[in-house]
């Protein structure tokens, strides 16, 4: 692995004590692959050791093999796929932009449609999707994917407006839980599930649109969002993609890299890459290596926390 200078445009900003904390001295970041258009939605399978992670210009989903350092095509013709995650069964989630849709991959490769309507209308273009423990699966459905046929389809939204939504674990009943985001796009739970975190990217087509996360909290029954406030306003680009680590520090998506945040609100450090970041993943046999889908390549830096 290269010493930091030899990776062009890599390297790390601390701004807080916290944060030099969380790195390993020898730790470099690595270029694991590049070729892509731009890549989003990595999720970690712990099983095999693999990630997979959307290609959405190329209509794919990409997969590296962190036991052998390969990496191949996991599927061709993925819809315009975009954020992914695992459920607690070990499945693939996935929100497909060309198909406006959230699939789930069985076990033994069949597509099953989880939600493709709400209220009878379709959805824009799911976005990014997070399972909670009690099963129920919540994604964003901003409307990038009926923009242009870039990484979908041009269309009109049906539904009229950028929402978020619950799929029921019991009944598949699929909720909206939020209706005041202009485009929301990555969302993350907190470590005890009592908060979700939800990135608005509406400065993506509006200079004085939205950049930043609010923080909600998760009501007692687990089906609805109160009481969203400000967390933190992105200081570079836009916030796509984040996750958090067992101590609920966001990592967080940029135009310069990856921004750390402690639970507070303060930004602790970056690590700045030579691409616009749009989202991340914690992965590795301990979930301490941090794996972050830039433009056109597939980044890691191992740390000394976990993910969730």
Same mark, same amino acid.
């Given at each position: 692995?290269?010493?930091?200078?030899?990776?062009?445009?890599?390297?790390?900003?601390?701004?807080?004590? &916290?944060?030099?904390?969380?790195?390993? $001295?020898?730790?470099?970041? !690595? =270029?694991?692959?590049? $070729?892509?258009?731009? /890549?989003?939605?990595?999720?970690?399978?712990?099983?095999?050791?693999?990630?997979?992670?959307?290609?959405?210009?190329?209509?794919?989903?990409?997969?590296?093999?962190?036991?052998?350092?390969?990496? $191949?095509?996991? @599927?061709?013709?993925?819809?315009?796929?975009?954020?992914?995650?695992?459920? =607690?069964? #070990? =499945?693939?989630?996935?929100? &497909?932009?060309?198909?406006?849709?959230?699939?789930?991959?069985?076990?033994?490769?069949?597509? +099953?449609?989880? *939600?493709? @309507?709400? !209220?009878?209308?379709?959805?824009?273009?799911?976005?990014?999707?997070?399972?909670?423990?009690?099963?129920?699966?919540?994604?964003?459905?901003?409307?990038?994917?009926?923009? %242009?046929?870039?990484? $979908?389809?041009?269309?009109?939204? &049906?539904?009229?407006?950028?929402?978020?939504?619950?799929?029921?674990?019991?009944?598949?009943?699929?909720?909206?839980?939020?209706?005041?985001?202009?485009?929301?796009?990555?969302? *993350?739970? %907190?470590?005890?599930? %009592?908060?979700?975190?939800?990135?608005?990217?509406? *400065?993506?087509?509006?200079?004085? #649109?939205?950049?930043?996360?609010?923080?909600?909290?998760?009501?007692?029954?687990?089906? @609805?969002?109160?009481? #969203? +406030?400000?967390?933190?306003?992105? +200081?570079?680009?836009?916030?796509? #993609?984040?996750?958090?680590?067992?101590?609920? @520090?966001?990592?967080?998506?940029?135009?310069?890299?990856?921004?750390?945040?402690?639970?507070?609100?303060?930004?602790?450090?970056?690590?700045?890459?030579?691409?616009?970041?749009?989202?991340? /993943?914690?992965?590795?046999?301990?979930?301490?290596?941090?794996?972050?889908?830039?433009?056109? %390549?597939?980044?890691?830096?191992?740390?000394?926390?976990?993910?969730?």
């Amino acid at each position: 692995m290269p010493p930091f200078g030899t990776l062009e445009g890599t390297g790390l900003d601390i701004l807080d004590r &916290e944060f030099a904390s969380l790195l390993a $001295g020898p730790e470099r970041v !690595q =270029r694991v692959w590049t $070729g892509g258009r731009w /890549c989003e939605g990595p999720a970690w399978f712990a099983a095999h050791r693999t990630l997979v992670w959307s290609d959405i210009p190329n209509n794919r989903i990409m997969k590296f093999d962190e036991l052998n350092g390969t990496t $191949g095509v996991f @599927r061709e013709d993925s819809n315009n796929s975009n954020g992914n995650t695992v459920d =607690r069964e #070990g =499945r693939l989630v996935t929100c &497909e932009h060309l198909a406006r849709r959230v699939t789930r991959t069985e076990h033994d490769g069949r597509i +099953t449609v989880l *939600a493709d @309507r709400w !209220q009878g209308k379709r959805l824009n273009s799911p976005n990014d999707v997070v399972v909670r423990s009690d099963g129920s699966i919540w994604f964003t459905d901003p409307s990038y994917g009926i923009l %242009s046929d870039y990484e $979908g389809a041009p269309a009109e939204s &049906e539904i009229g407006g950028c929402h978020v939504y619950r799929i029921d674990p019991a009944t598949g009943a699929v909720d909206k839980v939020t209706d005041d985001f202009v485009k929301p796009n990555g969302l *993350a739970f %907190s470590p005890d599930e %009592s908060l979700l975190y939800i990135a608005d990217t509406g *400065a993506s087509h509006d200079p004085d #649109g939205p950049r930043h996360i609010r923080r909600f909290k998760v009501s007692s029954d687990g089906r @609805r969002l109160e009481d #969203g +406030t400000l967390f933190a306003t992105c +200081t570079s680009g836009l916030f796509d #993609g984040f996750r958090l680590d067992r101590a609920g @520090r966001l990592w967080c998506s940029a135009h310069d890299g990856v921004h750390a945040y402690a639970p507070d609100g303060r930004l602790i450090g970056k690590i700045r890459l030579p691409e616009t970041v749009a989202n991340v /993943c914690f992965g590795g046999p301990k979930r301490n290596r941090l794996f972050i889908c830039a433009s056109s %390549s597939l980044y890691s830096l191992v740390l000394k926390t976990n993910g969730l």
